[in-house]
């Protein structure tokens, strides 16, 4: 069993800055890659930011410069650092990675979410 378990989400201002966390738990051997994807009321779910266990880093163009994804390997956690935010940014957000586990299951694994908000 793997859990993906999200957290710092909230409301802030347009320009505010706001880092999520998303720790990786349970019945895991190796995490190819974790990630980051958003998705907005009657939109479909999209990649914001992603990291490969070799440390390769992939963005959205509508968000470059403004995030940055990290990883701390040793506790299974990736973060999401958001500043300059935009109320575009408004979405619910989701952690993903990819999974091997001791039974060599691999797949996808998802968080259940966490909202961000973005008005003044």
């Known amino acids: 069993q793997v859990q993906l378990v999200e957290s710092g989400g909230g409301s802030v201002q347009p320009g505010g800055s706001l880092r999520l966390s998303c720790a990786a738990s349970?019945?895991?051997?190796?995490?190819?890659?974790m990630g980051w994807y958003r998705q907005a009321p009657g939109k479909q779910r999209e990649l914001v930011a992603d990291v490969t266990s070799g440390g390769s880093t992939n963005y959205a163009d509508s968000v470059k410069g403004r995030f940055t994804i990290s990883r701390d390997t040793a506790q299974k956690t990736v973060y999401l650092q958001m500043n300059s935010l935009k109320p575009e940014d408004t979405s619910v957000y989701y952690c993903n990675a990819y999974v091997a586990d001791y039974r060599l299951h691999l797949g996808y694994y998802w968080g259940q979410g966490t909202q961000v908000t973005v008005s003044s």
């Open positions: 349970g019945s895991i051997l190796s995490i190819s890659s």
